[in-house]
């Protein structure tokens, strides 16, 4: 079992960064690849970022890449989304979530283990 809590959400302002956590228990935390969607009122699930369990892959959305970058401390047992350049359309709660393989990262069926989320605002 793997429980994820996201912290790091808040209110920002167009142009501003914020850097996203995911804390993760488990002696396994380096078995599983890592992931970052999210979802604004009334849109569905979106994927935003995803990296491999031992952190030598990388996956962004196109409407991201180039501003967010995810990476992983597994001796810590966290993952970071850092997001630089926040648009207005990139508000939204963003989850984090644990795959026990590094196959369709992309795709939010095929992970196990979800956070409850975090709010992240983006003011224009």
């Known amino acids: 079992q793997v429980q994820l809590v996201e912290s790091g959400g808040g209110l920002v302002q167009a142009g501003g960064s914020l850097r996203l956590s995911c804390a993760a228990s488990?002696?396994?935390?380096?078995?599983?690849?890592m992931g970052w969607f999210r979802q604004a009122p009334g849109k569905e699930r979106e994927f935003v970022a995803a990296i491999s369990s031992g952190g030598g892959r990388t996956s962004y959305a196109d409407s991201v890449k180039g501003r967010f970058t995810i990476s992983r401390d597994n001796a810590k047992n966290t993952n970071h989304l850092q997001m630089n350049s926040l648009k207005p359309e990139d508000a939204a709660v963003y989850y984090c979530?644990?795959?026990?393989?590094?196959?369709?990262?992309?795709?939010?069926?095929?992970?196990?283990?979800w956070g409850q989320g975090t709010q992240v605002t983006v003011s224009s």
């Open positions: 488990g002696r396994t935390f380096s078995s599983y690849a």
């Open positions: 979530a644990a795959k026990s393989w590094n196959t369709m990262l992309t795709v939010p069926g095929g992970y196990e283990y």
